[in-house]
């Protein structure tokens, strides 16, 4: 075991702090990575105070994970020393149902989750990226390219590709007509790529003042959700509608937005569930109401080599360690464009 340094939660209604554990030493097919940088997700905040039930202390947060290589196993053949490596949501899974045979390793009964899993090595609990360094199977581990702000593209292992797989998996692309909900972590992702992978992009947003920075991402259009005649306008025209707002709302103002046959895909978790829709909205139009989770490793590698050639990451601002409890506060308040990354090198013995 290795000791490493870290800020974690070790109960729901305390800050989270500086905490000490130990890493497990680097396996034969393990690959150890310096963290630079850790992009903030709300999964962190809603497990750090356990706001889904299911946390156990002492929670370190952290799914959004850029280093390099400081040690690799001797199985290892992908990756060397000094490498550039990323890691997200995932750190583990069964290896042999059908869901990882097909590469889809999120959907498998026995993911392992990068942190607040049970950890198959350990038989504790996995830590995740608020930390000083990491130690993941090489299947888990990503190869992240030198041409891009690195900061930047931390929030890619988890917003970038929670947003991909829906697009990529309905076919998104020249001719598509695709609708954004919401302009935040998720949403301002999925602009940037839909709009990358050659779609007309519609933007829902509640505020007006988002309209310019929705374009100024790749929005074609900006509809503001409030107005009725402005929804009216785009009744029966979207093929494809990716909901990434994480707050109960009502579905069925969008889904008849939805052309026959088309789909929206919810992409946030609500605290609490949303209105029971309208079924003949969806049974009169064979319309679709459909969910999606980050997506497999093939899949991540995937995106993380598409958005470095179309030169995308995500909208940050760096953050110290230590303000990572004000960050978790203005993040509520959706005070920021559009993902915090904490700054590593900040976290010191």
Request: one cysteine or more; glycine letters at 8%.
């Amino acid at each position: 075991m290795t000791k490493a340094i870290s800020y974690a939660a070790v109960s729901a209604k305390e800050k989270l702090a500086p905490f000490q554990f130990e890493r497990r030493e680097v396996g034969a097919k393990d690959i150890q990575i310096e963290i630079l940088f850790c992009g903030v997700c709300h999964s962190d905040l809603h497990t750090a105070r356990n706001e889904w039930q299911n946390s156990v202390y002492p929670v370190i947060p952290g799914h959004e994970i850029v280093g390099r290589v400081t040690s690799v196993g001797a199985d290892v053949k992908a990756f060397k020393v000094g490498d550039l490596a990323g890691v997200g949501c995932l750190v583990d899974s069964c290896g042999v149902c059908e869901d990882c045979k097909d590469g889809l390793e999120q959907y498998c009964d026995q993911e392992v989750f990068t942190y607040n899993s049970p950890d198959k090595h350990t038989g504790k609990m996995t830590y995740g990226g608020y930390s000083n360094q990491i130690v993941v199977d090489e299947h888990f581990v990503l190869h992240i390219s030198e041409k891009l702000d690195l900061a930047a593209v931390a929030p890619l292992l988890c917003a970038g590709i929670t947003t991909y797989s829906p697009l990529k998996h309905w076919k998104v692309g020249p001719g598509s007509k695709v609708g954004v909900v919401g302009l935040g972590g998720l949403g301002h992702m999925a602009v940037k790529l839909a709009h990358a992978m050659g779609a007309h992009v519609v933007l829902f947003t509640t505020s007006s003042n988002k309209v310019a920075d929705a374009k100024r991402l790749g929005a074609d259009e900006v509809v503001i959700s409030k107005n009725p005649d402005e929804m009216k306008a785009h009744l029966k025209s979207f093929d494809f509608i990716l909901n990434t707002v994480a707050a109960a709302h009502n579905l069925d103002v969008f889904t008849e937005l939805l052309k026959r046959d088309g789909t929206m895909c919810l992409n946030g978790v609500p605290e609490h569930a949303h209105p029971s829709p309208n079924i003949g909205s969806l049974i009169f139009k064979r319309r679709q109401i459909a969910g999606s989770l980050i997506g497999g490793i093939k899949e991540t590698q995937e995106m993380l080599d598409f958005c470095a050639k179309h030169n995308i990451t995500s909208d940050i601002e760096v953050i110290a360690i230590q303000d990572v409890n004000e960050a978790y506060e203005r993040m509520i308040k959706g005070d920021v464009k559009y993902r915090f990354v904490i700054d590593m090198a900040t976290l010191k013995d």
